[in-house]
Nanobody
Framework: QVQLVESGGGLVQAGGSLRLSCAASGRTFSAYATGWFRQAPGKEREFVAIITWSGGSTYYADSVKGRFTISRDNAKNTVYLQMNSLKPEDPAVYYC?????????????WGQGTQVTVSS
């Protein structure tokens, strides 16, 4: 069974950058598509970005396109989210999740989340 652990969250000024990591246990993680999601207080969880198992394809929410980059290193069982030009609307708990395909609404493997805070 794959388990996911996020890290890298913290406090950053608007316009700054953070890199989140999603580390997975389990030898089959490289077979999983993986996505990043976020949930701000009082709001529903929303899709941020997703990457195929091979890293060959990526997709982003319009709100982060051009600012965030998702990548993966299957040798390290880790998926990253590089977040640049952070905005006051980006703070949230960021989660990674994985599944056998790109149908992320069906994912049932989730990490515990990491908090991102942006100061203006």
């Amino acid at each position: 069974q794959v388990q996911l652990v996020e890290s890298g969250g913290g406090l950053v000024q608007a316009g700054g950058s953070l890199r989140l990591s999603c580390a997975a246990s389990g030898r089959t993680f490289s077979a999983y598509a993986t996505g990043w999601f976020r949930q701000a207080p009082g709001k529903e969880r929303e899709f941020v970005a997703i990457i195929t198992w091979s890293g060959g394809s990526t997709y982003y929410a319009d709100s982060v396109k051009g600012r965030f980059t998702i990548s993966r290193d299957n040798a390290k069982n880790t998926v990253y989210l590089q977040m640049n030009s952070l905005k006051p609307e980006d703070p949230a708990v960021y989660y990674c999740a994985a599944g056998r395909n790109m149908a992320y609404r069906e994912y049932n493997l989730w990490g515990q989340g990491t908090q991102v805070t942006v100061s203006s």
